[in-house]
């Protein structure tokens, strides 16, 4: 008897040590994984605004939380951006993505966005972002979630690619880019990202 209530005490205490673990392990998880080339045409006939591909529907994580604030708390983490450049034209021209948030419910100017910083050759950039830090991060009620995504393609002066008098130099050109949400007081593992070859 007394055996068997030492027994039942530990494997409780196992119990209790692992849902204790889970529960303060760091959270992430990918927003969107997509993979795409953008021509000339393609940002020109993008609607309903020019340069930007469009992440919807099911190319967002059907999973992503309704609430960003709780219970587990994105809203106040970071996201890690993966930007892989598979194609561009040739010249080093420097290049950057503004991604933006599109929010279930805006307040003020209705989104915000970060950026994944210019670069000019293809391979990969990565960088992590604070969730509170970037362009009109405040415009976006949290609590009601994000609907959709929208990658922009500009310059490095900020000018969208399809405004630019030589086009040849952004496009045509193919990336995957990926975003992984990571919860406060948590760091990005690339171990639970998506698998990358």
């Known amino acids: 008897m007394i055996r068997s209530m030492k027994r039942q005490t530990l494997v409780l205490s196992l119990l209790l040590l692992c849902l204790g673990a889970s529960i303060s392990r760091a959270d992430q998880f990918v927003l969107f994984d997509v993979t795409f080339t953008f021509t000339h045409e393609d940002a020109l006939k993008s609607k309903p605004n020019q340069s930007h591909y469009y992440v919807r529907g099911d190319m967002i994580n059907a999973q992503r939380p309704k609430d960003w604030t709780a219970p587990v ?15 561009k034209p040739a010249g080093e021209q420097p290049t950057t993505w503004s991604v933006c948030y599109i929010p279930n419910k805006g307040q003020n100017h209705g989104y915000g966005c970060i950026g994944t910083g210019a670069y000019k050759t293809s391979g990969v950039h990565e960088k992590d972002i604070d969730m509170t830090s970037f362009w009109q991060n405040k415009d976006i009620v949290w609590e009601q979630g994000i609907k959709e995504m929208h990658l922009v393609i500009k310059d490095d002066h900020n000018l969208h690619a399809h405004k630019r008098p030589d086009p040849a130099k952004f496009f045509p050109t193919k990336v995957r880019m990926t975003l992984i949400q990571v919860s406060k007081g948590a760091k990005y593992d690339s171990k639970l990202g998506p698998n990358q070859p």
Do not use: S
Request: charged share 35%; aromatic share 6%; no cysteine.
């Open 73 to 87: 708390d994105y809203r106040n983490g970071t996201v890690h951006v993966r930007l892989e450049v598979l194609e």
